[in-house]
C-alpha cells in the first residue's frame, strides 16, 4: 500500500515537535488519534492533567496551547486535551499544571485557588488551574462575566464555584507577573524556528494524518483521500475516538491552513475561512451583530470555542448546532470549493436532510459569506436550553428584519431544534412580508409557525414546548424590535437597534 | 486553648492539589501496568448465551479478556459479597456467571498493553443474549411495591419507617385545614469529577496493594479478600486522595474486584479506569413518589402528617433509608404516620448520595409545609415557628442542642425576608418575576466508634494516623488542626497518615460522621499522650509538676503547663529526654458517647431568590442564604465550601439534574456531562452560608459534621420561590421550563 500518495511538499520526517517547560520535544511514532491527555499521563507520565469526560464537557483535563503572537510575543489558549490530537500540537507550546511553579514558588494562580480554598477534592482544580492561567495571560479584568465565560467550561461538584470565582478575581494580587511572561520572546523564537512550511505526513499503525501548510496543498490531498475526515477543532471527531473506538483510516487537518482561517470585513460581506475557529471570529462577529456574539458566549465552552470551527459547525449538519439558524436568518452563503473549481451556494440550500448536506466529494466549505449588516437591519437570535451555560438548544431560534417605511421589507426566521434540519420558518416568514411590523401581525405569524414545524419530543424538550418556545420567541423578537419597554433578556444586552 | 480549631485555616493539601501533584487512584505506577477497559452488558435482564471475544483478542497489545466463563475463582455465596454499608439482599457479583441483572453489568475486561489498545479491544467483544422483559420505570410499579420490612436490629430501626404515633386519620378529619399533595424526585448519579478507578499492584511479595477511589479503604480490603478468598494481609487498599465520591464510594466497587481479578490472573499489575458512561452503572440516588398529607389548626398549629413514599431500588437489594420518618421528626404534632414502599427495578442497586432520605423526603415535606402557609394565610417562617420543637416528636427526648429558631431568625434578618410580599406574581425586577421561598432542614448528628494513633518524637513532631478517607471534605485539614490545638503545636509539627487500609481502624467516610469521631478520637488519643507526658516530666529532678493531676495540665507550645498556675510548666522535649524516650505511641479506639436519652441533630433555615423571565420560563437562582446550626465548627473555610457545595447541589436537584432511562432497554440515556446537568458557574449567584452559635455536649469537642446538612431544604425552598414568582407549584423535580408553561396552578 502507498501511504502517502500525494503531490506537494510532504514532510516525511515523522515527527512532530513542540516546546514544552521550555524545551522543544521532538515525538517519533505518534499515532494520529493518540490525544495529548493520553500522552501526558500515559507517555510523559504527567498524571496533574486529569480525564474526567473524554468528550469535552468538563474541562478537567484543560491545558493551554501557546501560540506566537508577533515576533516575540505569546498568546495562551485554553484547550481540552482530552480530545486533541497529538499531532495538532506541532508547531506549539504545550502548557500543562505542573509547568506553573516555578524556582520552587506557586504561580499567582495556585497561590489564590489555596488561598480562597478553590479546591476540594482536588480533581478539577489542575483543569481550572489552566483555565484560569490563561486568563491571567489574556490582560482582562476578571469582571464576574468574564470569569464566567472562562470558566462555563470547566465542572466542579465540590466546591459551589464561588471560592473559584474569588480566586479569579484575586489572582493578580500575588503577582502581575509570571516566567511565562518574562521568556515569550524567547519562546517565540523557540516556535518561529520549528515552524514548519510543509504538509506534515503521519503514518502509524495504517492511520495516515496530513496537515497541509497551504491551501493548494490542502486541494490536492483532499483529491487524492476524498474519504479524509477532515479536522479542524477536533471537538467532534475526537468523540469518534474517545467514545465509538474508531479510528479514522485517513485525516486532513485543517488548522494550519492560513488561507482557510481567513477573516475578511469587506464592504458588503464578511468573510469567513471555513477552518476559522469560532475564537477567531467571535470578536468580529460580536461587533457587527451584537446577538451572533451572545449566541456564541454559550456556544460550548472557551476550550471547545478556541478550537471549534464555524466550518465544521455547519457540515456537521447537525440539527441542533447553534450557528445554522443564525446564519439562516442573516441570508448567508457558502462558499464550496473542490481543487479549483467554486461554486456559491445560499445556505438554505445546504442542508439537504438529517446530516445530509449538499457538499460533493472532495468538496470543503472554503468560506462562509454574512452579508454585512444594512441600516436599519434588526437581528437577535435566541438559545433556549435547560443549563444557560455548556447545553445543547432545545431551540436556537434567529430573526432578522428590514422595515421599509412601516411596513416589512424582508424577513427570515432561522430554527434549530424543530426539525430534521436547521430550517426557516417560510410559512411565518410569508405572513409577514408587506406587513405592518405590530402585534396583530406578529401573532398571526405565530401561527403560521405551527404550519411550519412539527418538531419533535425527546429528553431535551417536549414537541409543544418546542412549538410554543419557537412562537414567542417571535414575539419576544417582536417585543425587543418595537420599543416594548422591559427587559427581555436574562443576560442584560445592549438594546439599541 | 484552641488557636486551631474554629479557624479559616487553607487546607493542608491545597499545594498538592494546585500543582497536579496529588495522586489519584488512577495515577499509582507500576513495573509491567496493564491497562483494562470493561465491557458493559447491552441489555438489562437475561442471560449471556454466547460472548465472543475472538476480535478484541486479536487486536495489538492485548493481553486478555477475561469474562465469567475464564476468569479466576469468585467466592459463591452472597455472605462474601457484603460489606459495612450493604442493604439486605444479595449483593451483585462482578463476572460471576451469564446472568445479567441490569444494563451495562459489566460482562468482561480487556486488559492490554496500553489503554488506547484496551479500549478499542472492548468495543469489538460481542455478546449474544437471550433477554427477559424487564421493568426501569418507578411508574408503572407504583402500586406494586415492596412495603420495607418492620425492624429487626437497631440497624434496621434507622432506615425502616418510624411507629405511627396517635391517630392521624380522625386528626385528619378533624383539621380545619389540610394539604395533600405528591411530589416526585426523579433518579439523580453523584457525578463526582474523577471517575473510578482502581490500580491493583502486585507486590514482589505476590501480595495486593490497591490504590482505589473508595470512602472506606478497610471496608473495600475486607470485600476483597472475602470475594477473592485471600487472606486479611494479602490485600492493602490505598485511597489517599479521592476526587469527590458523594456516595458512590461508601460500597465497594466493582471495578475494584475487576482489577484485582485480572491482577491474580496474570500476574502483573493491571489499572482499571471507568468511563464517564460507566460510572451510571454504579449507584444512584432512588426516585422518590411520595404524598404528604398535614391537617393544620387555623391557628398554624399542625394536627397531623402523613407521609407515604415509593423509592426504587434493584430487583437483588432492598436499599431504603428513612425516607418518610423526616416529616414526623421536625415539627410538633402529635399524630403522624409514615408508609414506604419498594419499586423494585431491572437497574443496580440504588445508594447514598449527599444528604440520603433528608434531601429528597425533606424536599415534598417543606414544600407541602409551604402549600399549608399558602393556604393558612401565614407567613411561610411563621408557620414554623408556631410549629417548632424543642423535642424529638419521634421518642419524646430533648435535643442535645437545637438552635434552628436562631437559624430561622438570623437567616431571614440577612434575607430580608420580612419585606417579602406574601401574593405569588407580586414582585418583580423589570420583565423577570422574583420570587422568594425558604425551608428547614435537618440532618442526624452521627458518630461512630474510631481509632487513632499518634506518634509524638521528642523533636516536637507528631504523626496522625486513622485509616479514614479524605474525599475533599478537609478530613485531613481537620485532623491536623486538632491534633496542633490537642497536642500544643504548630499545624506544620503535625503529618496526617489517612486512606490506608493498614492504619487503625476508621468506619467509612459518610453520612457527616467523620468530622465528629476522629476529632474526638484524637481528642482522646492525645489525652492519653498528655498523660503519659506528665508521667515523664514527674520523673525529673524538682519537677515542678510532680503530684499535678493529669486534667490541671495541659499542651501549649511544646510545653506541659499547669492549668492553674502557668508558671508550673515542663518542655515536652526535656521531659522525654530525661527518660530516653524517643517516641510516645498510643492508639486508642474512641467510642461515641452513650446518650440515647437525647436527639441530635444538626439543623438549617435556607432562604432562596429566584428570577424567572416571564415569557420563557427561564430561572435563576440569584441569592442563598443558608444559616446552619451543627455545633462546632472546626474549620470556617472547609466547613462553609461544604455547605456552598451542599446549596449548589440543590440548585441541581431544584433546577437541572435528572437520569433519563429509555425504558425501552432499561439503559440510561444521559450519561454524560453534556447532558445530564450539573450546575455551572453561571448558574450560581450571591450565596451567603451563616453558622449559628450551638454549643453541643454531646463529644468533648461539641462537633456535629455538616457534609449533608447544606443540601437539605435547598430544593424545597428554590421550589418554593418558583411559586412565589410564578404561582404555579411544580411537585416534580427538576423544575423545568417546560413544567412553567401554562396557566398559573
Known sequence: MVLF???????????????????????????????????????????????????GDCGACTVAIGE????????????NSCILFMPMLDGKELVTVESLKHEGRLHPVQRAMVECHGS??????????????????????????????????????????????????????????????????????????????????????????????????????????????????????????????????????????????????????????????????????????????????????????????????????????????????????????????????????????????????????????????????????????????????AVCGAFALQLDGSRIAEIRMGFGGMAAVPKRAANAEAALIGEAWNEASARAAMRAIERDFEPMTDMRASAPYRLKLARNLLLKFFLETSNQPGATRVIRRDMAA | MAPYIGTATSRVDGLAKVTGTAKYAAEYNAPGLAHASMVGATIAKGRITRIDTTAALRVDGVITVLTHENRPPLADNDQAYNDDVAPEGTPFRPLYDGRIIFNGQPIALVVANTLEAARFAASLVRADYLTEPHVTDIHTKRDRGLAVKDPITPLDALFAPPKQRGAPGPALDGADVRHDGEYYVPIEHHNPMEPFASTAVVESDGRLTIYDKTQGVQNVQRYLCSVLGLKQDDVRVISTFVGGA???????????????????????????????????????????????????????????????????????????????????????CANAKYAHRLAKLDLPTACDMRGPSAATGVYALECAMDELAAALKIDPVELRLRCYSDRDQHDNRPYSSKALRECYHQGAEAFGWHTRNPEPRAMRDGSELVGWGMASGVWDAFQAAITVRIRLSANGHAEVACATSDIGTGTATVMTQVAADMLGLP????????????????????GSWIAASVSNGIAATADAIRKELLRLAALMPDSSLSGTEADDVGLVDGMLVSRRDNARAVSIADAMRHSAVDQIEREITTNPIEDAARAHNTHSAVFAEVKVDEQLGVIRVT??????????????????????????????????????????????????????????????????????????????????????????????????AVHHATGKRVRDLPITLDKLLGKPS
Open chain 2, 246 to 332: 458523594f456516595g458512590v464510594g461508601l460500597r465497594p466497587q466493582f471495578q475494584a474486584v475487576l482489577a484485582a481479578l485480572a491482577a491474580r490472573a496474570l500476574g502483573r499489575s493491571v489499572r482499571v479506569v471507568l468511563t464517564r458512561q460507566q460510572m451510571y452503572v454504579l449507584g444512584y440516588r432512588p426516585a422518590m413518589i411520595q404524598r404528604i398529607v398535614v391537617g393544620a389548626n387555623a391557628n398554624g398549629t399542625l394536627n397531623a402528617i402523613t407521609h407515604d413514599a415509593v423509592t426504587v431500588t434493584s430487583q437483588h437489594e432492598n436499599y431504603y433509608r428513612q425516607e418518610t420518618g423526616w416529616s414526623g421528626l421536625l415539627y410538633s
Open chain 1, 68 to 79: 506566537r503572537r508577533g515576533v516575540d510575543d505569546m498568546r495562551y489558549r485554553a484547550v
Open chain 2, 623 to 720: 441569592r442563598v442564604v443558608s444559616a446552619i446550626a451543627a455545633g462546632r465548627i472546626v474549620n470556617t473555610k472547609t466547613a462553609t465550601s461544604q455547605i456552598l457545595g451542599g446549596v449548589v447541589w440543590g440548585i441541581g436537584m431544584a433546577l437541572h439534574e435528572e437520569t433519563a432511562i429509555d425504558h425501552r432497554f432499561g439503559r440510561v440515556m444521559n450519561a454524560n456531562f453534556a447532558e445530564y446537568h450539573v450546575p455551572v458557574h453561571a448558574d450560581v449567584h450571591n450565596i451567603k452560608v451563616i453558622f449559628v452559635d450551638e454549643a453541643d455536649d454531646s463529644n468533648p469537642l461539641g462537633i456535629k459534621g455538616v457534609g449533608e446538612i447544606g443540601i437539605v431544604g435547598v430544593a424545597a425552598a428554590i421550589a418554593n
Open chain 2, 491 to 510: 499545624l506544620d509539627s503535625v503529618s496526617v497518615l489517612l486512606g490506608d487500609s493498614t492504619l487503625p481502624a476508621s468506619p467509612v467516610e459518610g
Open chain 1, 120 to 393: 476540594q477534592c482536588g480533581f478539577c482544580t489542575p483543569g481550572f488551574v489552566m483555565s484560569l492561567f490563561t486568563l491571567y495571560h489574556s490582560g482582562k479584568e476578571p469582571q464576574r462575566e468574564t470569569v464566567d465565560d472562562v470558566l462555563a467550561g470547566n465542572l466542579c461538584r465540590c466546591t459551589g464555584y464561588r471560592p473559584i470565582i474569588e480566586a479569579a478575581q484575586r489572582m493578580r494580587e500575588y503577582g502581575a507577573k509570571d516566567q511565562f511572561h518574562r521568556r515569550a520572546a524567547a519562546t517565540a523564537r523557540q516556535l518561529a524556528a520549528i515552524e514548519r512550511r510543509d504538509t506534515l505526513a503521519l503514518e502509524k499503525d495504517g492511520q495516515r494524518y496530513f496537515a497541509p501548510a497551504n491551501l493548494e496543498e490542502f486541494t490536492a490531498c483532499f483529491e487524492q483521500y476524498p474519504e479524509a475526515a477532515l479536522v479542524g477543532g477536533a471537538t467532534d471527531i475526537g468523540l469518534w475516538v474517545t467514545k465509538r473506538h474508531q479510528r479514522p483510516e485517513t485525516q486532513i487537518y485543517t488548522g494550519d491552513i492560513a488561507e482557510l482561517r481567513r477573516l475578511k470585513i469587506g464592504d458588503d460581506c464578511i468573510e469567513i475561512g471555513g477552518a476559522a475557529s469560532l475564537g477567531d471570529v467571535f470578536d468580529a462577529l460580536l461587533a457587527e451583530f451584537a446577538d451572533f456574539g451572545e449566541i456564541l458566549r454559550r456556544f460550548g465552552s472557551v476550550q471547545v470555542r478556541n478550537v471549534a470551527t464555524l466550518g465544521g459547525n455547519i457540515a456537521n449538519a447537525s440539527p441542533i448546532g447553534d450557528i445554522a439558524p443564525l446564519l439562516l436568518a442573516l441570508d448567508a452563503a457558502l462558499l464550496l470549493r473542490r481543487n479549483r473549481e467554486t461554486r456559491l451556494l445560499p445556505i438554505d440550500e445546504f442542508f439537504l436532510a438529517y446530516r445530509k448536506t449538499a457538499l460533493r466529494n472532495s468538496e470543503f466549505i472554503d468560506a462562509i459569506r454574512i452579508p454585512r449588516a444594512r441600516s436599519g437591519l434588526k437581528f437577535r437570535a435566541y438559545k433556549i436550553s435547560k443549563r444557560f451555560d455548556q447545553d445543547i438548544s
Open chain 1, 5 to 55: 500518495d500525494v503531490p506537494g511538499k510532504l514532510n516525511m520526517t515523522g515527527q512532530i515537535r513542540f516546546v514544552l517547560d521550555g524545551e522543544v520535544r521532538e515525538l517519533r511514532g505518534v499515532a494520529p488519534t493518540m490525544t495529548v491527555l493520553q500522552w501526558l499521563r500515559d507517555d510523559a507520565r504527567r498524571c496533574g492533567t486529569k480525564e474526567g469526560c473524554a468528550e
